[in-house]
């Protein structure tokens, strides 16, 4: 007897930010996501090592990347700087990325590490994390 077993489909999520870059990972069939790292950048320029130690490790079929935007949908200054991380990921990797609408997931990232661990949960590098996870998660919901 043959099973078919229905393959999950691996994806990681980007919280783009100039110091850092907070990194999640989740997949189809249970449509979750979970907080994974933060990776620091210097002068704006990720760690490009560290993502591809990623990438090779989770074999993701898509990423996705927040796309910051101010509450009235206008794009926020480091939009573009998120877009061109976004191209670059495509370039390096030949994976799909998309873009997905950020806001407010840093509010929400830290109420969630907040009632988790109280003011000890409200690290930067977690926030990022938690962030990424925000938006990856909201993009698989949208994508049912």
Same mark, same amino acid.
Do not use: C
């Given at each position: 007897?043959?099973?078919?077993?229905?393959?999950?489909?691996?994806?990681?999520?980007?919280?783009?930010? !100039?110091? +850092?870059?907070?990194? =999640?990972?989740?997949?189809?069939?249970?449509?979750?996501?979970? /907080? @994974?790292?933060?990776?620091? %950048?210097?002068?704006?320029?990720?760690?490009?090592?560290? !993502?591809? +130690?990623?990438?090779? =490790?989770?074999?993701?079929?898509?990423?996705?990347?927040?796309? /910051? @935007?101010?509450?009235?949908? %206008?794009?926020?200054?480091?939009?573009?700087?998120?877009?061109?991380?976004?191209?670059?990921?495509?370039?390096?990797?030949?994976?799909?990325?998309?873009?997905?609408?950020?806001?407010?997931?840093?509010?929400?990232?830290?109420?969630?590490?907040?009632?988790?661990?109280?003011?000890?949960?409200?690290?930067?590098?977690?926030?990022?994390?938690?962030?990424?996870?925000?938006?990856?998660?909201?993009?698989?919901?949208?994508?049912?």
């Amino acid at each position: 007897m043959i099973l078919n077993m229905t393959r999950a489909n691996f994806l990681i999520g980007f919280d783009f930010g !100039i110091n +850092n870059i907070g990194v =999640a990972i989740g997949q189809t069939i249970t449509q979750t996501s979970q /907080p @994974l790292s933060s990776i620091k %950048s210097i002068k704006g320029i990720p760690n490009w090592k560290i !993502i591809e +130690n990623l990438i090779k =490790a989770w074999n993701p079929q898509t990423i996705i990347v927040g796309l /910051p @935007l101010n509450m009235d949908g %206008s794009m926020q200054n480091i939009a573009v700087r998120a877009k061109y991380f976004a191209q670059e990921l495509r370039k390096k990797f030949f994976i799909p990325v998309n873009m997905q609408d950020e806001r407010l997931t840093t509010i929400e990232a830290k109420s969630i590490l907040f009632d988790l661990k109280g003011y000890r949960g409200l690290k930067k590098s977690l926030i990022n994390a938690q962030s990424a996870a925000i938006i990856l998660n909201s993009w698989i919901h949208k994508n049912k």
